[in-house]
Every structure is written in structure tokens, then in C-alpha cells.
């Protein structure tokens, strides 16, 4: 954990992906991040992949580093708690309804410059989640080879959606800081996914064109990428992003002349032009398939190393998760202790590295409850006594 | 745009998708983020979808409400000027090599407080892409219906870079307001990707069963959801996240005697456990089916609605370009003018919606060179003079 964001305190009552994962990124640069869950957990506590305990080792990921406080949200004592926790702190990140006992308006009324960051389905407050918004703006239509349309596993919505969100909640305290004024950042799911398609020039293409880009497999559209396999059956992605990179790939593959060939043969240049080598994929493709047949992998890949190609094998995720240089020895990882499951296992911590700052080791998830009294006490001034008569009667739940 | 991130002044030296989306962001939220290219266009200016004159839809997207400064990067009067833009500024995001004459530390030598954020492949600086590190975390192998790997069409972990490289561009701004000091923030895409294969743990998950998940085709692990067919050949996806819902979707397709029986005969209940709904997928996957088969699309999609289950139809991207709720009357949305395009279609804002602010129009990218003389007037305190004698040598380009 880096201390990056020390002194900043955040409230977060949400679930799943998005809104936990904005948590998570302002956890791990060192912010207080607490996260308040219904007693015994919310919804998706014991989200699969779960031990044979029914630990939820997604979740105790997706909450490293955070405090839990645990309440009773059904009874308005539980929901008032939040409420005034929210107002305490100033800095609020949800998925909760945008209307209701945690909406912007109700809470401002507590707290007049608060700033809530609210992940959302659809703008208008009806559901949807990555699966739906993904389907909506058109992308299992566009993978795999077709024809039957493909999802992607990676929830990569809820993830832009989280990330997006954390840099919101941040852009807003910025605000605030200037002009004193607090404000709600309302970031639905289904903007994201459509917004994400116009930036990319999905949206502007379809309708320029009047049509659908077409299904390629593992090709990449508008640039030579493509998977290969090799005389000993690995399948290679290769891309080529750079003039210099094409240059290199046809030395490196012995390529040179009869690509020349192909580029006299049809009146064309690959040299200096992507989208060429796009547009005669079916003359080019055939010629890098046999030269990726008659090598081996390991051959293969040192002599792309050494031309500064961009290109990896596909591997399984236990492969990536024992690869030491990736996982063991990569400083972002660090030894779990306390993981809520007992399970240890290499932990992750910030994306970003700060070379002129310490990397403090991966902290551990909470149990549900396991901060209540602390932070009751802290940020409301709760006395001991009070928060015994919370948790007697049930408001207020702690980790035993 | 809004004006949230208002004063603000970020220089951006980069390509492709990851590191623009980060400066698209800012400049969304009304910082001031100048573009500087090679004078013609960097490596990412023609990427496809292209016009028929050959504009790139792709950059004309990414780079919207950006100011475009064009210097020739490859003579040291050229890198200067950006060198000196950086420190003048204090704020710098970039994809350039980790060392040499962008390096954080040479910046640094210019202005010590200076906040940079380094969008990397690996975190050695050796090249990746996003399908590269893909394949290296092991998705592929989880997508679609098996037995080949299939990549996802969408740039995943460039757009999740993104975002979260603009996250750190803030938070190590409120780090240096806090204590005066600078950083450099460097995101690795190899370390967001395997980074987020853990905080989804995945990589708990591998280690602690020692195998692979099974490919799952379009149904979601560890839960209710997958894609099923209606009798008039609708591909709907439907993902059961609550309890509540679970009930709500046997209510609304009269399942609950059939789901009974087979709970019964399986000595479970579903009712409260996502997991053996996943489990025994097997017998309920085929009670879905047949009462999907059995209903046309409009009347499913209307009784879904009123249950509050969350459920979307496939469709293509042409369709949701056309889909008016989504695109021209959403507010995210506004009129392009000014594309370098020349094609004018919805040009899409910040993903997040601020209630208590006024929403702008989006703006359109720049031509290359747009504000070269007045970023350099302004930024740099150059005058006409030189700022022309840059010009006439050819360090600098303006769009003309």
C-alpha cells in the first residue's frame, strides 16, 4: 500500500465489481476506505470462486486494504448510522439507488460539500449489469469467429466503470477543494459501454459506413495482428503497431521478398501502412502461418525478443498465477497474511508503481464488522457504551 | 465537457488507446490537456476506422477537447520544446520509453514537483499490447464456448489502464498539494492484468483448486446467468444477482414447480445460494431454454421488466448507433461539429453525469498542430517571432 491518498477518508456501501473496485483503487494508494455492509455480508459475499469453507476469495480481493463496518440496513437506526457516516467523512462511493435513504439530495442535507461517486445501471436507475450492457452496445457480436455471438469472462464494464469512477471521486474532491462545492458523479454501466464504443470510433464507424465491421477471430482490425501456431503447437499473438516493427518481423521471419512479392503483385506498399496490411490479410496471412509452422516456440519467441517484436503465447491463468516473474517475484504482489478465507496466496497491490515511494506489502480484506466499534467511535465520537447497546440490539453487527 | 477539473493543465505525449483515454478523461472534465505529436501525426494518427480521405475515426475520438502541439521529436530543439512544455506545466502523461529524454528523472531536473504518469507493457520496459498481456493472464483460454482461445474484441485492459492512469494522475496531484512533493506513477498494462486476474481472485482461485476454470461459453460462474433463444430467434442474456430476482424470474415464467421438483429431487434449495444454481446448471438450463423457446422476444422482454430481472437482447453496434434512447437523445451524447473528419455523428462526453452541474457539448479533436502557437505563447512565453522562426526551421508544425 502506498501512502498516496493518506488523510482522505472514503464511505463505501456497495457490491460486486464497479463500485468495490473504485474503493479498492483509493485503498490501496492509502486512503481509509470503509466499506458498510448489512450484517453477515451483502449480496456479494459469497460470490464464486469460493473455498470449501464458502470463503469467498472474490471478495476478500476485491475489498484488501478496506475497513468493514457492519449495520443493520433494513431498520432506519442502521440506515441513519450510514447516513451520518457519509456525512462525517464527506467522500461517498455507492451502487445503492439513486433515489432513497442514500440518495445525493438526502445526504447533502446532512452534509452540504459532500461528494458521491454512484455507479448505476442504466442512467434512468433500472438494472443492468456488465453481461447486459455488453450485449447492448454490440461486442459479443464482434468476438470470437462467429457466427453465434461470444462474451467476454473478463467483467471489463464493472472494471472501467470502477477505475473511472475512482478518478471521478477524486476529480470532484478537486473541485471542491477550489470551489468549496460538493457534488454527485452519476457513472451508469451502460455509458460507460457506450461512451467507451464512440471514443474507440466504434459508433462514428458503423455509421459512416452503414454497416458492421466484420467477425476476425484473433485478428486485430485496421493493423497485422493475428494468433500463429508454432511447429510445436503453441499459439502466438504477434502485433505490429510500428513501421519499424513491421520492418523487423519480415527480417526476423526471413519474409522480406516475398512479401515484396505480394506488394508487386498488387500495387501496394506495406511499409509505411497499417491499414494495407490490414486490407491484403488473405495474401499475408498464409505467408507468416508457414513461418510460424516451421519454427519452434522457445527459437521463435528469442528471436522476436531480440527484434523488439510484440508478441506472447497463450496460456491458461494457473500458468500466469506460477509464473514467478509475473506473480512470486513481481513487487506489486506480497504474502496475504490474514486473508478472511485462511487461504495464503501472493496478493496484489496498486497498479502503479511509484519509484520515489515505498510499496508497503498487500493489506488483507476485513471480516464483516471486524472495524464497527472502531470506527463508530472514531467518526461518529460514539462512546463505548452506546456502541454496546448498538450491537445488543442489533444494529450494529462485530466480527467474533 | 464539465468544469470540473477547471486550472488544471496536463501535457500529454502518447499513442494509441491506454494514455489517451487517460488525457480524454481530463480533458472531459475541462482540464486543459495539450496533445504533442510528431508534426504530422504520431503512430496511432491513420489507425483504423478511416474515412475514405483516410481521418481516423479511431483518433478523432480519443483525442476530443485535446489542444494539438506539433514539434519534430526527432531533432533536440523539438524534444526540448516538450521538455520544457512538461515543466512549465507540471503535469505529464505519457506512453514514452521509462528512460531517455522523457524520463521522469531528466523532467524532474526541470521542475522537482513535477506529477508524471507512465503508461508501460511490462514493467521492465519491455513492449506489450493489450492482446498480448491478455493472452499472458490467460482469458483467452476462458472465452467462448472452447476448444480454441478467443480474444476480446474490445481493448479491456488498455480502457482499464486508462482510467486508472488518470486516477493516479490525481491522486499524486493531491499527494503534491498535501506535501509538496512530486512522483512518477508508472502502470505497467502486465501488472493491470495480472493485477486484476488477483483482485478478482482468479489467481487465489487457480492456486488454491491447482486447475483452470472450465469454459463456460456465454453462462456466467459461480451464478445464474447465460444467453438463451426466444421462439422468434432473439439471443437474450439474463443474470440473476439477488434473491430476489431468482424468485422474481421463476415467478415470471411459472418455473417454480419445476425448479421445486428439482431441488427436491436434489436435496437442495436454491433460494438463497448462488452457487448451486451454478452448480446445477445441468437440470435448470433446460427449463430456461424451453420457456424461452416457448415466448417471443417483446412480450419476455416486457414480462422481465415488470419483474425487475435484468436481461438484454444481443445486438450489433450498428444497432445500438441507431438505438435514439442510447445515443442522440442521451445526454452524454451532443452534436460534433468541427470533426477533423470532416463527418459530423454524436459525439460523445464524460462517462459520469453531474447532476448540480451544467454538461457542455463535446469538442472536437484537433487538427494536428491546431494550437502549437498558442500553447507555446502561452505555456512557454514565446514570441510571434520565435514562435515563426520555430515554424520556418521546421521544429514546429501548425495546421494550416
Request: a negative charge; charged letters at 20%.
Given at each position: 500500500?502506498?501512502?498516496?491518498?493518506?488523510?482522505?477518508?472514503?464511505?463505501?456501501?456497495?457490491?460486486f465489481?464497479?463500485?468495490p473496485?473504485a474503493g479498492?483503487?483509493?485503498?490501496?494508494?492509502?486512503?481509509?476506505?470503509?466499506?458498510?455492509?448489512?450484517?453477515?455480508g451483502?449480496?456479494?459475499?459469497?460470490?464464486?470462486?469460493?473455498t470449501?469453507?464458502?470463503?469467498?476469495?472474490?471478495w476478500?480481493?476485491?475489498n484488501?486494504?478496506?475497513?468493514s463496518?457492519?449495520?443493520?440496513?433494513?431498520?432506519?437506526?442502521?440506515?441513519?448510522?450510514?447516513?451520518?457516516?457519509?456525512?462525517?467523512?464527506?467522500?461517498?462511493?455507492t451502487?445503492f439507488?439513486?433515489?432513497?435513504?442514500?440518495?445525493?439530495?438526502?445526504?447533502?442535507?446532512?452534509?452540504?460539500?459532500?461528494?458521491?461517486?454512484?455507479?448505476?445501471?442504466?442512467?434512468?436507475?433500472s438494472?443492468?449489469?456488465?453481461?447486459?450492457?455488453?450485449?447492448?452496445?454490440?461486442y459479443?457480436?464482434?468476438?470470437?469467429?462467429?457466427?453465434?455471438?461470444?462474451?467476454?469472462?473478463?467483467?471489463?464494464w464493472?472494471?472501467?466503470?470502477g477505475a473511472?469512477?475512482?478518478?471521478?471521486?477524486?476529480?470532484?474532491?478537486?473541485?471542491?477543494s477550489?470551489?468549496?462545492?460538493?457534488?454527485?458523479?452519476?457513472?451508469?454501466?451502460?455509458d460507460?459501454?457506450?461512451?467507451?464504443?464512440?471514443?474507440?470510433?466504434g459508433?462514428?464507424?458503423?455509421?459512416?459506413?452503414?454497416?458492421?465491421r466484420?467477425?476476425?477471430?484473433?485478428a486485430?482490425?485496421?493493423?497485422?495482428?493475428?494468433?500463429f501456431v508454432?511447429?510445436?503447437?503453441?499459439?502466438?499473438?504477434?502485433?505490429?503497431?510500428?513501421?519499424?516493427?513491421?520492418?523487423?518481423?519480415l527480417?526476423?521471419?526471413?519474409?522480406?521478398?516475398?512479401?515484396a512479392?505480394?506488394?508487386?503483385?498488387?500495387?501496394?506498399?506495406?511499409?509505411?501502412?497499417?491499414?494495407?496490411?490490414?486490407?491484403?490479410r488473405?495474401?499475408?496471412?498464409?505467408?507468416?502461418?508457414?513461418e510460424?509452422a516451421?519454427?519452434?516456440?522457445?527459437?521463435?519467441?528469442?528471436?522476436?525478443?531480440?527484434?523488439?517484436?510484440?508478441?506472447?503465447?497463450?496460456?491458461?491463468?494457473?500458468?500466469a498465477?506460477?509464473?514467478?516473474?509475473m506473480?512470486e517475484?513481481?513487487?506489486?504482489?506480497?504474502?496475504?497474511?490474514?486473508?478472511?478465507?485462511?487461504?495464503a496466496?501472493?496478493?496484489?497491490?496498486?497498479f502503479?508503481?511509484?519509484?520515489?515511494?515505498?510499496?508497503?506489502?498487500?493489506?488483507?480484506?476485513?471480516?464483516?464488522?471486524?472495524?464497527?466499534?472502531?470506527?463508530?467511535?472514531?467518526?461518529?465520537?460514539?462512546s463505548?457504551?452506546?456502541?454496546?447497546?448498538?450491537?445488543?440490539t442489533?444494529?450494529?453487527?462485530?466480527?467474533?
Open positions: 500500500m502506498y501512502e498516496m491518498l493518506g488523510g482522505l477518508t472514503v464511505i463505501e456501501a456497495s457490491s465489481v464497479a463500485s473496485t479498492l483503487y483509493c485503498a490501496q494508494f492509502g486512503a481509509e476506505v470503509i466499506r458498510v455492509d448489512q450484517i453477515g451483502g449480496p456479494d459475499y459469497r460470490r464464486w470462486p469460493v470449501a469453507d464458502n470463503a469467498s476469495l472474490y476478500e480481493n476485491l484488501r486494504a478496506k475497513k463496518v457492519a449495520l443493520d440496513l433494513g431498520r432506519p437506526e442502521g440506515r441513519q448510522l450510514l447516513q451520518e457516516l457519509v456525512a462525517a467523512t464527506g467522500q461517498f462511493i451502487n439507488p439513486a433515489e432513497g435513504f442514500l440518495s445525493h439530495a438526502t445526504l447533502a442535507q446532512l452534509r452540504a460539500d459532500l461528494v458521491t461517486v454512484r455507479v448505476m445501471g442504466w442512467p434512468d436507475g438494472p443492468a449489469l456488465d453481461y447486459t450492457v455488453n450485449n447492448a452496445v454490440g459479443p457480436m464482434l468476438t470470437g469467429p462467429g457466427p453465434e455471438p461470444v462474451n467476454h469472462v473478463l467483467p471489463a464493472d472494471l472501467l466503470t473511472y469512477a475512482a478518478f471521478a471521486l477524486l476529480a470532484a474532491i478537486q473541485r471542491r477550489a470551489t468549496g462545492q460538493g457534488s454527485e458523479v452519476r457513472v451508469p454501466l451502460s460507460v459501454a457506450i461512451g467507451t464504443a464512440a471514443n474507440l470510433g459508433i462514428a464507424e458503423v455509421l459512416y459506413s452503414g454497416e458492421n466484420p467477425r476476425l477471430g484473433n486485430v482490425y485496421g493493423l497485422f495482428g493475428r494468433d508454432t511447429a510445436d503447437g503453441q499459439r502466438v499473438m504477434v502485433v505490429v503497431v510500428t513501421h519499424r516493427q513491421w520492418a523487423k518481423l527480417a526476423a521471419l526471413g519474409l522480406e521478398q516475398a512479401v512479392a505480394i506488394e508487386t503483385e498488387r500495387g501496394v506498399s506495406f511499409a509505411t501502412d497499417d491499414g494495407l496490411r490490414f486490407t491484403h488473405d495474401a499475408l496471412y498464409p505467408l507468416f502461418e508457414a510460424f516451421r519454427r519452434r516456440h522457445g527459437e521463435l519467441a528469442a528471436t522476436l525478443d531480440a527484434a523488439g517484436i510484440v508478441h506472447s503465447a497463450y496460456r491458461t491463468m494457473l500458468d498465477a506460477r509464473d514467478s516473474a506473480v517475484e513481481n513487487p506489486m504482489f506480497s504474502p496475504s497474511a490474514g486473508n478472511p478465507s485462511g487461504f496466496y501472493p496478493a496484489a497491490g496498486a502503479g508503481t511509484v519509484p520515489q515511494m515505498e510499496r508497503g506489502n498487500a493489506l488483507a480484506a476485513p471480516h464483516n464488522g471486524e472495524h464497527t466499534e472502531e470506527v463508530l467511535a472514531r467518526h461518529l465520537g460514539l463505548s457504551g452506546e456502541i454496546a447497546h448498538l450491537i445488543d442489533g444494529i450494529a453487527g462485530i466480527h467474533s
